[in-house]
């Protein structure tokens, strides 16, 4: 067997070894990194469950991750790179040889045109895999490019903008459990695992604490799995986030229900988001959000004065897709400020790193910088770099506008835009356009249907795994990361199927900048906002020759707090004893956290000036589409496979709709609609949920086919990004358009255009 650094083992040695064996690992298909048990029978991947032995999951799976097997074992996987021939079909090609050739055409294309005409779009299972990402980063700087992408800016971008805008809080966020009360916004910490309540089993942490006594607060127009735990669920219209928010900011202030003290010695700004607030009386909330006014004002007395500690405010995709969600998250950023609701000087810091390097969490504030408006320019929509990164929104219109800076490569990083752009028409003539589009992907995926090359990948359990990304993500929001001090380290699992011809991520990156004579440095750096924790690490590709995963893994992992080697000690993951206190603020510290930022006051007042009754009464377009999460799929992964468990034989997405609007529409469940937006139009169909509110429908996001495959939508769903144009209502800074709360009718039958 090949040794590697480290003396380990290509694959754990049972999976070598033949029969069967069980062995503690980690699933990687979401942000959680569960720690899991995985059976292998004589090489092959038979079996994931939870790890009873796990210090932190404690035996906890969802069903995504359980299906690992069937994944991995799938018929549909990708077990060859794919070469798009001229007559469009596709033919396996050494992956090698595909680099030879990417290399080449990549190399040909930067020559004419310039290395702004190469782009990356990395995307949701590109961040199962330390280090691919990052490679295509440095390969991209390699090139010269400036041109790189994430799904964030059509995810959260609030949340970066928000921050940017009000500060940073250097001893990171208050610690969910424990807390007396949580207020979400927009979000389904249950099923979504994201952020909010700990993902590890969060069902189970949110029915712990509210036994103990927490009180949750929940705004979403569906009574969500999350909400199902509220006392006190505001189910409004949805869109009306930043409104309700600033009502109960309101609601606080007036009472005089702040932290006076916090305010005075860490805020600035507090003045004019009193006077900004002012209108947004409780009445005039209720109105306009169609909930009961007395129960905002009772939201705003229990978050503010319940308990000792109180608790934060979250905020989820939901709020961000419906428009100003910068403002929404910045609202709750200033809810939880004027309450004093961040960590103090001896409290424990509750996010300490483990494989990320140490640091000194301190009770003062990063004040606040420009998020915004700096950086690359895009030739559209006069946008910019942002803290959220690039405008992913605007992508399809940067490669589509002919001229100077056009983007005419492409590479995408286990993501989908054919499933999870907006504006699905144009995002597929983006994507014809292009002259090169690689896909590095497991299957073949709706985009990876229109690539000149896919590159074929192996699949998490066939690689190597580690939880540092997960320690990063406090860097990136409020509410999320572990809870304590936790790390795994997994060898590989098993090997990939006989016969095949796969590569890793970084692998692909490293050996396309290589034929292309490129020198790749992967550069790392972590820090709140515009705080640098630690100097950023480089890793020199070209000091690293013979570079294994496990090693380029140690390298990043070189200036943890732990060591890798200590992690490995125990393989099923561990909790380690980390007794740290917030240090108490710099002598001298002058920053203050801003709540009273001039672009989000100025938004404030546009929300308010902004004739909301119009929509209410819209006749045309009745109902509102928001999103939702399917339990069982994580986005587009896992879309290909024929009729796998997961869909339960179900393989559309449904339109949710309260049964009383069925009724009102004469629909039966199971019936076929149409449903509308003034953009475009797409199947469905529809199903009863009495958790959604009247006149408001969800559907699942990232089904269907390409754009002229709408007739088969019982054998894969429909796309809802069609209904949502990319270039008509969208955020001035991170270019979202409108996702969530979109205008749409619903009409029974489909007739094809
Ligand atoms: N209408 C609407 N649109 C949305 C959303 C919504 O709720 N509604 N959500 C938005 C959000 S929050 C996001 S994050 C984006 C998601 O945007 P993307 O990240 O672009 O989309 P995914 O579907 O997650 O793409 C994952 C791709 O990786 C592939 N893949 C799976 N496993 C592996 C692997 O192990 N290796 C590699 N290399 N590839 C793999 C899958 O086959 C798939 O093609 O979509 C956004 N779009
Ligand atoms: N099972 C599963 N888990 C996932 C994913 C998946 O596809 N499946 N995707 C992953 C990804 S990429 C992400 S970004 C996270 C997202 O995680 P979350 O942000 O938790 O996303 P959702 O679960 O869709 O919850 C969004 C909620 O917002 C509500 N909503 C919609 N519009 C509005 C509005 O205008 N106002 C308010 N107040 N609420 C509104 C919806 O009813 C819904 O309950 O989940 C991740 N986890
Ligand atoms: S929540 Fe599910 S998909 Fe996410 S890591 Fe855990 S088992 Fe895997
Ligand atoms: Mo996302």
Redesign the pocket.
């Known amino acids: 067997m090949e040794q590697l650094a480290g003396s380990e083992p290509r694959v754990a040695a049972h999976a070598a070894s033949g029969g069967t064996q069980t062995v503690p690992t980690i699933c990687r298909l979401c942000q959680a990194h569960c720690g899991i048990l995985a059976t292998v029978s004589d090489g092959r991947l038979t079996e994931v469950k939870g790890d009873p032995d796990n210090p932190l999951f404690k035996g906890y799976t969802c069903p995504k991750g359980r299906a690992l097997p069937e994944l991995h074992n799938s018929a549909s996987r990708l077990l060859h790179s794919q070469k798009r021939q001229p007559d469009g079909t596709y033919a396996s090609i050494r992956v090698k040889r595909a680099m030879d050739e990417i290399s080449a055409r990549l190399q040909a294309i930067v020559a004419q045109h310039g290395p702004r005409s190469v782009a990356v779009y990395t995307?949701?299972?590109?961040q199962?895999y330390p280090g691919g990402a990052n490679m295509a980063a440095a390969l991209l700087q390699a090139i010269g490019s400036p041109m790189f992408f994430t799904?964030n800016p059509?995810?959260s971008p609030g949340k970066q903008i928000a921050a940017s805008a009000h500060g940073n809080w250097l001893a990171g966020d208050l610690p969910f459990a424990g807390a007396d009360t949580w207020l979400l916004v927009g979000m389904n910490p249950v099923i979504s695992k994201a952020n909010g309540v700990p993902f590890n089993n969060p069902a189970q942490r949110l029915k712990e604490e509210v036994a103990r006594g927490m009180k949750l607060i929940v705004i979403d127009p569906r009574k969500t799995e999350t909400a199902n735990r509220a006392a006190i669920h505001i189910q409004p219209r949805p869109g009306e986030d930043p409104t309700i928010l600033a009502g109960l900011i309101n609601v606080i202030i007036g009472a005089g229900l702040y932290d006076r003290q916090f305010v005075a010695s860490e805020v600035a700004g507090f003045e004019a988001l009193a006077a900004t607030v002012a209108p947004f009386t409780p009445d005039y909330v209720a109105g306009r959000a169609e909930i009961p006014a007395a129960q905002l004002v009772e939201a705003a007395h229990l978050f503010a004065t319940y308990g000792e500690r109180g608790g934060m405010a979250n905020v989820g995709?939901g709020s961000n897709?419906s428009q100003h969600g910068n403002l929404t998250e910045y609202l709750a950023l200033c809810l939880a400020t004027i309450c004093g609701r961040w960590p103090r000087a001896g409290d424990k810091v509750h996010r300490p790193n483990a494989l990320l390097p140490a640091y000194t969490a301190k009770a003062q504030a990063s004040g606040p910088f420009q998020g915004w408006g700096y950086g690359t320019r895009l030739r559209v929509r006069d946008l910019t770099d942002a803290a959220c990164g690039l405008p992913t929104a605007a992508l399809a219109d940067e490669i589509l506008l002919e001229g100077e800076g056009q983007v005419r490569a492409l590479i995408c990083?286990?993501?989908?835009?054919m499933?999870?752009?907006?504006d699905q028409r144009r995002t597929q003539k983006a994507m014809e356009k292009l002259e090169l589009l690689v896909c590095?992907?497991?299957?073949m995926?709706l985009?990876a249907r229109l690539a000149d090359y896919v590159i074929a990948?192996r699949?998490?359990l066939e690689t190597p795994g580690m939880t540092q990304r997960v320690e990063a993500l406090k860097y990136y929001t409020v509410g999320i990361g572990y809870p304590v001090p936790y790390a795994q380290y997994s060898p590989r699992i098993v090997e990939p199927p006989t016969g095949s011809d796969l590569i890793e991520?970084w692998e692909f990156y490293n050996g396309v900048g290589k034929r292309m004579g490129l020198a790749l440095k992967m550069g790392l750096k972590y820090g709140f906002g515009k705080f640098d924790e630690a100097p950023p690490l480089v890793i020199d590709m070209e000091q690293s020759d013979n570079l294994t995963t496990e090693g380029l893994y140690e390298k990043i992992c070189e200036n943890g707090r732990f060591k890798l080697d200590d992690v490995r000690k125990h393989p099923h993951g561990h909790i380690f004893e980390v007794e740290e206190t917030v240090q108490a603020k710099d002598p001298g510290c002058e920053e203050r956290l801003d709540v009273g930022n001039r672009h989000m006051m100025a938004e404030l007042e546009q929300v308010l000036a902004f004739d909301f009754t119009a929509e209410q009464a819209d006749r045309d377009y009745p109902y509102r589409l928001i999103?939702r999460r399917s339990n069982n799929f994580?986005?587009?992964?896992g879309r290909t496979l024929p009729g796998t468990k997961l869909s339960r034989g179900k393989l559309y997405n449904p339109l949710f709709m309260h049964p009383e609007d069925l009724t009102e529409l004469g629909l039966e469940p199971g019936q076929t609609v149409t449903i509308a937006s003034r953009h475009d139009r797409i199947p469905s169909i529809v199903e009863a949920d009495e958790t959604m509110r009247r006149k408001v429908v969800s559907t699942y996001?990232?089904f269907g086919g390409l754009v002229d495959d709408d007739d088969r939508f019982v054998e894969q769903g429909s796309n809802?990004?069609r209904l949502?144009p990319s270039d008509v209502e969208y955020d001035p800074i991170s270019g979202i358009p409108r996702?969530s709360n979109i205008a749409v009718s619903i009409s029974a039958g489909w007739k094809q255009a």
């Open positions: 995307g949701t299972s590109g199962s799904p059509i995810d995709t897709f990083n286990g993501s989908n835009p499933a999870a752009w907006p590095v992907d497991v299957e995926a985009t990948t699949m998490t991520e999103s994580l986005n587009s992964a996001h990232c809802v990004g949502t996702m």
